[in-house]
């Protein structure tokens, strides 16, 4: 869907040399952020938010309804520009259980737009054994795939970890869906695959309790898994990383034995680490400590060992001078050129949540230039103030953020773009050029003079001729669209097309009459032009340099007089009273 929004004003924040100043980008949703109505629930969660092929945006997760205590899983999607896409669910909104507990941890899209999603399901929401991993799939539309396990969805009921929290598609079309240690494997069809070589881990020693896991897939197919592990020497959870193929067989060549330890790397008990895999598949993990003052984050080789040459001997700590106990690391995003931005939140009592977001190299130096909309907050414009949870970039290196914005009897799902290159028309003036001050390069111009489309001008700027309403479109690399106007009145455009004119008229302004005179001994031809571009008025000049025109039967106003011949032509205002 295009949208098209005119006299919409921007002040962009500029920095000099390569400054990362990233703003709101308001060709998307509604001057930058798109958000459902209001659910009744709390203690909404993000889970992903992912791109189709067609480019429209899904957000994911789930939340709690304490009116009726459930849990639902909860998708929201609007096309490319930010659009609530009606065709899906209801408003763009699925809101969805198969039991009393549907808990969607993690979702992705299968090459036929069908949604797979895997996590837990329980007819209690207060005894955990009655909860049990599962898989569920629902259609392009929101609908339940009823063809997919039964009825839409697979319980995996053997002892076990209660949730999933990983979902892969492998190359078979079978998904792999995994929590830290434990793994279970389902086929194309939601059967459980009982070819899986096991579904359990032994962790190594000294380790006991391993979860709260994050999973991603190498470029080779292999997954790598961060979790937290509670290390008995130091009674603490640190990081304990592992790696693995679609079969569940630990690759010997990561680490020790398929695990890689840190004990150094020593984190929150509540919290689940995050991690992003690098274009050379290094891996950087991230988690609050255990202090709750610090951001940490780590890089480690692709094999599993801690990459010394990150930040500094392997780390980059990132003080937080906020109340430990109200602060959550919600996000960590790779940029296309392997740098990252970790986002922060903290819970004010008075407005709700607001989320921070820091820069970094790709080596883990942060970014004292990089900025948002010239400070480093991002805040959501619902009633409950959401904070952004989730994350996606897009290939040309815009961010998109989420929100399953939790708060008491109510949930909002938004989303909002920004950019570094602002997509934003408004037109400034400096002699006879417009510039539409439209700084990315991925966008196409298209420029107007009352209303007509002028040929064969596409650039960022245009050089006028002619007083009137000019209008620039922008279209960005999505598709979508946004116009500014912009008003030319000069005092006089002389336009030489071979020869030199001298126009004078008099009076101006004038009321009945305007008597013209201009150099020159051609056949020439008098027009008349409003400023939406429309001409008015068309005659041939009697004599050769001089003329008589009667403007009574004209609307008061400014006007653009032009004179023509074959080797000339000259413009210049007149104001009718």
């Not at 609908?143 to 892969?168: A, C, M, Q, W, Y």
């Not at 510039?435 to 107007?448: I, L, Q, Y």
């Amino acid at each position: 869907m295009k949208k098209t929004i005119t006299h919409l004003l921007l002040l962009f924040i500029a920095l000099s040399g390569k400054a990362q100043n990233f703003v709101t980008d308001s060709l998307f949703g509604d001057i930058g952020q798109v958000s459902t109505n209001q659910l009744d629930g709390e203690n909404g969660l993000s889970a992903n938010i992912l791109r189709q092929p067609d480019g429209k945006f899904l957000l994911t997760g789930y939340f709690y309804d304490a009116n009726t205590n459930n849990y639902f899983n909860l998708m929201f999607r609007t096309d490319e520009c930010g659009q609530i896409d009606s065709s899906f669910g209801t408003d763009g909104v699925v809101q969805h259980k198969f039991e009393r507990v549907t808990q969607g941890v993690d979702y992705l899209l299968q090459p036929d737009g069908k949604i797979v999603v895997a996590g837990r399901q329980g007819n209690s929401t207060i005894q955990t054994t009655l909860q049990y991993p599962s898989i569920s799939r629902y259609n392009s539309d929101g609908s339940v795939d009823s063809t997919f396990g039964i009825n839409g969805t697979r319980k995996f009921t053997s002892s076990g970890n209660p949730r999933l929290e990983s979902i892969h598609r492998l190359s078979d079309g079978k998904f792999l869906c995994t929590n830290a240690i434990f793994m279970v494997r389902f086929d194309s069809t939601g059967a459980v695959d009982p070819t899986l070589v096991l579904n359990y881990h032994t962790p190594p020693t000294f380790y006991t309790t391993i979860n709260r896991s994050t999973s991603r897939m190498r470029s080779d197919g292999k997954i790598i898994t961060v979790a937290a592990g509670y290390y008995t020497p130091f009674s603490t959870d640190v990081l304990l990383m592992m790696s693995y193929d679609g079969n569940g067989e630990l690759d010997t060549s990561f680490g020790t034995l398929g695990f890689q330890t840190d004990e150094n790397f020593q984190m929150d008990w509540e919290q689940t680490p995050l991690m992003a895999l690098q274009s050379d598949d290094k891996i950087i993990a991230a988690m609050k400590n255990m202090d709750g003052d610090k951001i940490i984050v780590a890089r480690y080789n692709a094999n599993g060992p801690l990459d010394i040459t990150f930040g500094t001997n392997g780390y980059t700590e990132i003080p937080i001078s906020i109340t430990a106990s109200t602060m959550k690391l919600d996000l960590l995003t790779l940029l296309n050129d392997d740098s990252f931005i970790v986002g922060v939140a903290n819970q004010e009592v008075s407005t709700g949540w607001e989320s921070q977001l820091l820069k970094f190299s790709s080596n883990g130096i942060p970014d004292p230039t990089f900025s948002v909309n010239g400070g480093n907050l991002i805040e959501f414009n619902n009633p409950v103030s959401g904070r952004a949870d989730i994350s996606y970039a897009t290939p040309d290196g815009e961010i998109i953020l989420g929100t399953c914005s939790p708060g008491i009897g109510s949930v909002f799902m938004a989303l909002t773009k920004i950019t570094s290159s602002p997509s934003m028309p408004h037109i400034t003036q400096t002699g006879n050029i417009l510039n539409s001050n439209v700084s990315n390069p991925n966008c196409t111009f298209e420029w107007f003079l009352g209303g007509n489309v002028i040929s064969g001008e596409t650039s960022s700027t245009l050089s006028t001729s002619v007083d009137g309403i000019y209008t620039v479109t922008v279209t960005n690399s999505l598709g979508c669209t946004e116009s500014a106007d912009f008003s030319v009145i000069n005092t006089g455009i002389n336009n030489q097309l071979g020869g030199s004119t001298t126009l004078n008229v008099y009076p101006n302004p004038a009321t009945n009459t305007i008597h013209i005179t201009w150099s020159g001994n051609d056949n020439s031809t008098i027009e008349l032009i409003d400023l939406t571009g429309r001409v008015v008025m068309v005659q041939s000049a009697a004599l050769k340099n001089q003329a008589d025109i009667n403007i009574e039967q004209f609307a008061k106003g400014v006007y653009i007089l032009k004179v023509s011949s074959n080797s000339s032509s000259s413009t210049t205002r007149v104001t009718i009273n």
